[in-house]
């Protein structure tokens, strides 16, 4: 007998005092759980909690433990309730230590916003035998131990966490891949972006601006596990940003 294929599966923490009382909406939880299903992965169980080590700590234990995959959101700041390392280093049982390229990191994107004082060392901190993952907003990377995923809270920063982990995790199926690009200003085609990645849900397109020639342009990358749908998906844009009065080269410029 064939046994069935397997589904990948994966829990979500979101950590914060803020989102608990209602202050912060959360936009985490859907932006991780739609990324998720594009990497053929399935979210599984999300918990909010406050900041305060033992909620986290229980939490962090538990949802490791019930999936293959566990991400928290939240948490890994510079201030002194951002306790998120320091819980999930318990929950592990190894010590925190100062990553050393992440103190590098910082210390470059610091250099001309003031220096990196004791508050922003505080972001080079992780759980003993953690990996890096880039984070293209911002000099603090986010963090890897395993398949433990530690994230900023702040939506747009995460979203950047999320796309440099595009690929890298295993899955139900294998991510495909196709890029167009332009002379094509992202600003003036978000809404475009928006709808289509919007109506076609296994699909995620990220925009990737540059700056060259004196020019600015963009590639969009749509990937999904299913090549029907990334057909559907890019023949759908392109003749989006044809109507907008943009030229698109296949496969990026």
């Known amino acids: 007998m064939t ?11 979101v950590i914060g005092d803020e989102i608990l009382s209602g202050r912060t909406h959360d936009k985490n939880i859907a932006q991780v759980a739609s990324w998720l299903q594009v990497q053929g992965i399935r979210l599984a169980e999300v918990r909010v909690v406050p900041d305060v080590e033992a909620r986290i700590v229980a939490a962090v234990n538990d949802l490791r433990a019930a999936y293959d ?7 890994i700041g510079p201030t ?3 306790i998120t390392v320091d819980a999930v280093a318990a929950a592990l049982g190894v010590p925190v230590v100062i990553h050393p390229d ?33 984070n293209r907003m911002s ?15 702040v939506p ?23 890029t167009v690009g332009g002379w094509i200003p992202e600003s003036e085609v978000a809404e475009l972006l ?14 990737y601006p540059f700056f ?42």
């Open 212 to 253: 060259r020639e004196g020019r600015v342009g963009a590639n969009f990358v749509v990937r999904s596990t299913s090549a029907d749908d990334l057909n559907a998906c890019i023949e759908v844009l392109v003749a989006g940003l044809g109507e907008a009065g943009y030229e698109v080269t296949r496969g990026g410029i």
């Open 69 to 75: 995959y566990l991400f928290t959101t939240g948490g």
């Open 3 to 13: 046994s069935p294929e397997k589904i990948w599966t994966a829990g979500l923490v």
């Open 156 to 178: 747009h920063i995460t979203a950047g966490m999320l796309d440099a982990l595009t690929g890298q995790l295993e899955g139900g199926a294998p991510l495909l891949s196709e």
């Open 139 to 153: 000099g603090a990377p986010g963090i890897r131990r395993g398949n433990l995923f530690l994230m900023a809270g």
């Open 102 to 134: 992440a103190r590098a990191l910082l210390e470059r994107y610091y250099a001309t916003r003031g220096g990196l004082n004791e508050g922003r060392l505080r972001m080079a901190r992780v759980p003993e035998g953690s990996e890096l993952i880039p």
């Open 80 to 82: 002194h309730d951002d």
């Open 194 to 207: 928006r709808r289509t990645e919007a109506a076609h849900e296994s699909c995620q397109i990220g925009s």
